[in-house]
């Protein structure tokens, strides 16, 4: 059965989003990244800058853990 993706939270840029990743999936969750950046389209793959947001989801079935895992961090 695949899982039931829920957004956790929304990183500034991919470089964060690949920092809190790493940090998650070494505490054995799963995460997905999403990014749709505006600066990706026009310019082709900026990882800084405006609009460039990354959404991360977990699992559902993971969320309260890593809602755990990103308060033991901040």
Partial sequence: MNPKWKLL???ANMM???ILK???ESAD???NLKWESINNV???GS???PHSQVQVFVPEEWMVEAKAF???VD
Avoid: H, Q
């Fill in 42 to 44: 026009l310019f082709g």
């Fill in 16 to 18: 964060e989003a690949e």
């Fill in 70 to 72: 990103l308060t033991t």
């Fill in 29 to 31: 969750i799963p995460v």
């Fill in 47 to 49: 990882i800084t800058g």
């Fill in 9 to 11: 939270t929304v990183t």
């Fill in 22 to 24: 790493s940090a998650l």
